[in-house]
């Protein structure tokens, strides 16, 4: 499998994600709280549903995905905060870079599924970009 760097990297994102987001939503300050609040749940929840269906593709093609937190860490390009107070436009940056990253991931992984005629990670990867793209154009009409 051509994809499977690519894809233990993407996964180890996700679970990177999921930590990271919920240190954002349980220390986002600011005007807009709740707004930023409710948007980092909602945010937590989908990547921690995509990190499933990803794990899941790993097992359909008779692979282990990683399963340690040490391995995420290692694999990861995400970037882990420390835990503090973050601004309104702190959190709406780092969600948008973090965004940014996994959309051009998701788009190298298709890219390779592609190659390989893999329907299946293909069509996820589909999904995962049309994801990225609205969220990215919501994040940029947040910010104006």
Known sequence: MKNKENLNRYLSNLGILIT????????????????????????YNY?????????????????????????????????????????????????KEDMELMLADARKIREVANEEDDFLVANMMEDHIEYFVKQLWFIQAMSK
């Open 47 to 95: 990547y921690f549903e995509k990190f499933d269906d990803v794990a899941e593709i790993f097992k359909m093609k008779g692979e282990y995905p990683l399963a340690k937190v040490a391995d995420y860490l290692k694999h990861a390009t995400v970037k882990e905060l420390d835990v503090k107070d973050f601004t309104i436009p702190e959190v709406v940056a780092s969600i």
């Open 20 to 43: 990271k987001t919920h240190n954002l939503h349980w220390n986002v300050v600011g005007a807009r709280f709740m707004a930023i609040h409710e948007y980092t749940d909602s945010l």
